[in-house]
């Protein structure tokens, strides 16, 4: 069950956290994982961590919003499984306050990532998923994509609700063809970068299960929507959230 051998997937984003887990399971399960990152040291130290255990991973360093790198990388690659997972501003610092203090500039990085690297990626492997009759689409979101949240992330959440709606358009499309497309809307992570024990033990609290999420929280229900076991799953918007109510 799960079993994915045989199966080539690229997990974006994936140099750490979230998406080292996601493309560990992957890996795990049997699949040729290339691990994606705009940073090349964090997208091979990601891989080689996959290798050490035994698993297939090759890093892929590359821009999720730049075009003609995604083309130039996945065109030709025949990529069964797609996660996208690079969110946040991508390469930029995420700017966080109210809209309206806001210059249109700020909402530049989180929208390319988000929105444009997610249709980048998937336009880049959709035809061929279409003509091999197999593919899996699988979309990183956030519950900031589903509910109003008054922490001065409206761009980000506007990203990553289009990245929803996106999926769903693209189940639709291709479901007869043999490619699923479905997202998951994630709580409160744990994050790499933030070594405030406080902080974190703070955000802990509000979430039911007590905790954060983690990589290995979301790796799992990857696997499940990457196998054939989940082939009459498309369309929907799954959430990962410790308990967390988001409607």
Same mark, same amino acid.
């Given at each position: 069950?799960?079993?994915?051998?045989?199966?080539?997937?690229?997990?974006?984003?994936?140099?750490?956290?979230?998406? /080292?887990?996601?493309?560990?399971?992957?890996?795990?399960?049997?699949?040729?994982?290339?691990? *994606?990152?705009?940073?090349? &040291?964090?997208? $091979?130290? @990601?891989?080689?961590?996959?290798?050490?255990? %035994?698993?297939?991973? +090759?890093?892929?360093?590359?821009?999720?919003?730049?075009?003609?790198?995604?083309?130039?990388?996945? @065109?030709?690659? &025949?990529?069964? =499984?797609?996660? !996208? !997972?690079? %969110?946040?501003?991508?390469?930029?610092?995420?700017?966080?306050?109210?809209?309206? $203090?806001?210059?249109?500039?700020?909402?530049?990085?989180?929208?390319?990532? !988000?929105?444009?690297?997610?249709?980048?990626?998937?336009?880049?492997?959709?035809?061929?998923?279409? &003509?091999?009759?197999?593919?899996?689409?699988?979309?990183?979101? @956030?519950?900031?994509?589903?509910?109003?949240?008054?922490?001065?992330?409206?761009?980000?959440?506007?990203?990553?609700?289009?990245?929803?709606?996106?999926?769903?358009?693209?189940?639709? $499309?291709?479901? /007869?063809?043999?490619?699923?497309?479905? @997202?998951?809307?994630?709580?409160?992570?744990?994050?790499?970068?933030?070594?405030? *024990?406080? +902080?974190? $033990?703070?955000?802990?609290?509000?979430?039911?299960?007590?905790?954060?999420?983690?990589?290995?929280?979301? %790796?799992?229900?990857?696997?499940?929507?990457?196998?054939? &076991?989940?082939?009459?799953?498309?369309?929907?918007? =799954?959430?990962?959230? %410790?308990?967390?109510?988001?409607?």
């Amino acid at each position: 069950m799960f079993d994915l051998k045989g199966r080539r997937a690229i997990v974006t984003g994936a140099g750490q956290g979230i998406g /080292a887990g996601i493309a560990r399971h992957l890996a795990q399960q049997g699949a040729r994982v290339w691990v *994606n990152d705009v940073s090349a &040291e964090k997208a $091979e130290r @990601s891989a080689a961590a996959i290798r050490s255990a %035994g698993a297939d991973a +090759l890093a892929k360093p590359f821009d999720v919003t730049d075009r003609a790198a995604v083309v130039d990388a996945l @065109s030709d690659a &025949e990529i069964d =499984i797609v996660v !996208n !997972n690079a %969110g946040n501003a991508g390469a930029h610092d995420m700017q966080v306050g109210p809209f309206r $203090e806001m210059d249109p500039s700020q909402w530049a990085a989180p929208i390319d990532v !988000n929105l444009h690297g997610v249709m980048n990626t998937t336009h880049a492997v959709l035809s061929g998923m279409c &003509e091999r009759g197999f593919g899996r689409l699988i979309t990183i979101a @956030s519950g900031a994509g589903v509910i109003g949240l008054p922490i001065g992330v409206a761009p980000y959440g506007a990203a990553k609700a289009a990245g929803i709606s996106f999926m769903r358009h693209m189940a639709a $499309e291709n479901a /007869a063809l043999g490619v699923t497309a479905n @997202s998951l809307a994630l709580g409160l992570m744990e994050m790499t970068e933030v070594h405030d *024990n406080a +902080l974190v $033990e703070r955000l802990a609290r509000s979430i039911p299960v007590g905790r954060l999420g983690t990589g290995d929280d979301v %790796g799992p229900a990857c696997v499940w929507l990457a196998s054939d &076991e989940a082939a009459w799953v498309t369309g929907q918007t =799954i959430h990962i959230n %410790g308990g967390n109510v988001t409607t």
